[in-house]
Every structure is written in C-alpha cells, then in structure tokens.
C-alpha cells in the first residue's frame, strides 16, 4: 500500500492515470494514514473530508497546496537561480508574494471571510448567467473549424480555448494575449503536486510571476480610476468595512481566478468528453434525455476530480477517525477519494449518469473555501456539452494516437492530448 502511494506522489504515470486502486485500499485498511514520503497525513473517507473541511477552528488552509520541504526540488532550484543577479528581480516579485501569501485559498478566517465577502460580488450568480450568451459564442467559434474535419485533439482544439477565452473576458482582458495567460497559468500551478520540479521549470515559474504581476497591477490601477464591468474592477474597488484590498491581495485573487478558471475547467471537459467516447450509449442518451446533461457533469465531477484533493493543517493536537493529529501537521484531503467511498456513493467505481446524489462530491471542496468559480465551471460544461453533442455523434477514441499521459501533478489530474474522432452532425 505504501508503495503505490509513493508511486503516486512521485507522479508514476501508472499511478497517476489510475489513482483509485490506491485510494480504496488506503480507505479500508488506514483511511487516516501517515505518508513519510510526503510527511502529512493522508484522508481518503468521506466522513472524515467533511469534518476537516468544515472545522476551521481546528484545521488551517494556509498551505492547501502541502508543505514545501526546504530539502525538495523546489528549495533547491530557488536556492540555485538565487545565486544568478539575473534573477534578482523575479525574486524580488516572489518575496512579497510570499509576505502576502494568505488569500481565498490560502487564508483562515476571519481574513478568508473578509476577502471573500470583498469579492462575492464578481461570481454573482446575475453576472454569470449574464454570461451564458458569450459562452454559446466562444463554443460555437471554437467548433467552426472542428465540424470541418473527422477527428480532432480535444484538449488543444477545444478544452483549453473555451475556459481560457471566457476567463480572460470575464477579467476583462484582451483575448489576443490568451497564449500569454495560458503560460502564465501552467507555470504558476506547475508546483501544485509537484515537489521536485526541474531548475528550468522554476525558472518559468518566477519569470511567468513577474510578468503576471506588472501586466494586472497596471490593470487594477487603471479599473481603480476607471472601473468597467469586470472581475479586475471589481477586485480593483473592493471594500470591506470601508477597507480596500491591498495590492498584493488583489494580484493573490487574480492569479488564483485565472488559473482556478481554466485550468480545472479544462479538465472537467476533457474528462467528460473521454467519458462521452469510451461509453458507447450515453452521447445518445444525453441527445434523448437532455436533462441528464446536468447529472453527466456532476457524475464527471464525482468520477474524476479535476482537483485531486487538498492540504489542511491542525491548529491544535487533535483526533480525525481516531487518530492523533499534532499541531502543525499537515492533512492531504482526498477529494478524489472520498467522491468514491462506497459509503456515500454506492457502486462508487462505476460511472452512473442516473446517479441520484452525484452533485454530493467534493470536486469543488466544501465548506468556508468551496470554490467561488463553480456555477461558472457548471456552466461553461453544460453550454459547451450541450452544443457538441448537438453538432457531432459517434464519438470515439482515436487509438493508435492516444497514449493517455497525465500532466506531472498528484493534485491536479488532467489528460495532455485527447484525440477523438466523431461524424459531424446534419443539424438544418
């Protein structure tokens, strides 16, 4: 069992395309289980998630994404580049990120509860409804060229393009610079459930930083003067008790709603849509029973967790299914895991789009940090299920070219390259 979940953190490709086998015997035999490997515990029932995520009086989210080893890959990549004055800069832009570090996310109450008041005005469900029309656009321009052709790389054709693009406007950006954000994006979550990352890639960490930084301050500065109707405004003019954000929250906000915005979403579609090509039934049962697309995207939810799980720490020395939990310990929350305990879902490895409590998972967390950006991730997968199931049939996998290999993280969980092939539908 330890062996396997090693393997797993060590992102084995083995491990990492089919995390389940582990979860479930973590579950039965040590469903609170101390990993050396990572040096947190690690949580994989249902009941025990839900108790941690919910008592904030006893368990922090100041590190979700798990504790930074000073020994790791991490460390000592900081402490190589830190030797280069070229450098200098980027670690300039990195040090007050980190002085700043705890927001949404990353924060405690009561300062989670501030920030997140201060911000509940932009995922307002009016504006994200106002939204559904853009979202129709934005599928509908990224089918023009795929109804031209037979079979297609949904990730990069599709998956990615349609959670960027509507990010991007939702913030209230240009779409030129998509290709920029998209970089930005993969460099800051690269050590999210990567631990020993390569020098280089945490060189485009700390570059992909910086230039996150200057491009949205100069942002919010100008939506300070001159608010418009977007996110960065609305972050920009944030006020709380007549207290505006500081800077360093704002930037915080930012980066976690671009990434948060595309990354996940992309991999929620991709997701579904391999489900779609590998179940030969249900593209037609979603034509016939179109209701059901909603359940399809909460069962995607439940069946693969975008976000794998999440880190907790103990305030205090407690207890969580019986086991002694000390002060400071860190607690990897398994969303993934606990969307599949056989005690909430029954028959919980078999992908049921009739599922009756399937929205009960956690994809989403729960609790104080449940994801503000939800109803907008629901949408985008709804809209944009719903048009290609009306635009191509016989949905399919392309098998001499996929070799199903995950992205480098045992948090985030996504495909790289999808390719499917399809018959385009006569839809006059």
């Known amino acids: ?145 795929i109804r031209q052709k037979k079979e297609m790389e949904f990730v990069g054709e599709f998956a990615v393009g349609l959670p960027m693009t509507i990010i991007a406007l939702a913030l209230g950006v240009e779409t030129n610079d998509l290709a920029t954000f998209k970089k930005w994006s993969d460099d800051l979550v690269m050590p999210v459930g990567n631990p020993d990352p390569t020098i280089d890639k945490v060189r485009d960490y700390l570059i992909s930083l910086k230039g996150f930084n200057e491009f949205f301050g100069n942002l919010l500065r100008q939506r300070r003067e001159s608010p418009l109707e977007d996110i960065i405004s609305d972050v920009a003019t944030a006020e709380v008790n007549d207290e505006m954000l500081n800077e360093a929250e704002m930037l915080s906000m930012l980066q976690q709603f671009l990434v948060a915005g595309n990354e996940t979403t992309t991999k929620l579609l991709t997701n579904l849509m391999h489900r779609l090509a590998v179940d030969d039934d249900l593209e037609q049962l979603l034509r016939d029973e179109p209701s059901l697309i909603d359940n399809f995207i909460e069962e995607g939810l439940r069946y693969e967790a975008p976000v794998g799980g999440l880190f907790r720490s103990a305030k205090i020395d407690t207890e969580v299914n019986g086991m002694e939990i000390k002060a400071g310990q860190h607690i990897w929350v398994i969303f993934a895991a606990a969307n599949r305990d056989p005690e909430i879902f029954p028959e919980p490895d078999v992908f049921s789009v009739e599922r009756e409590n399937a929205r009960e998972h956690i994809a989403f967390g729960h609790g104080e940090h449940y994801c503000i950006g939800a109803l907008l991730a629901r949408s985008e997968a709804k809209i944009a299920m719903q048009i290609l199931l009306e635009n191509i049939e016989n949905i399919n996998l392309v098998e001499d070219k996929n070799n199903f290999e995950y992205e480098e993280s045992f948090v985030l969980r996504g495909l790289k390259e999808l390719h499917v092939s399809y018959d385009v539908r006569n839809t006059n």
């Not at 108790?51 to 080893?69: K, N």
């Not at 509860?113 to 990224?142: C, H, W, Y």
């Open 1 to 145: 069992m330890t062996d396997r979940l090693d393997a797993l953190i060590d992102r084995e490709q083995e491990a990492i395309g089919c995390p389940y086998p582990i979860f479930s015997e973590l579950r039965k035999e040590s469903p609170i289980h101390f990993s050396e490997k990572l040096g947190t515990w690690v949580c994989t029932r249902y009941e025990d998630a839900m108790e941690i995520l919910h008592d904030t009086d006893r368990f922090s989210s100041l590190m979700p994404t798990g504790p930074r080893d000073g020994r790791g890959g991490f460390a000592v990549a900081m402490e190589e580049l830190a030797k280069d004055p070229d450098m200098a800069e980027y670690f300039q832009t990195f040090l007050a990120n980190a002085a700043n570090a705890a927001v949404l996310l990353n924060a405690d109450p009561p300062e989670h509860r501030r920030q997140r008041k201060a911000v509940n005005r932009a995922f307002r469900p009016s504006r994200l409804r106002g939204m559904e029309p853009m979202i129709e656009d934005v599928t509908e321009k990224l089918l023009s060229p």
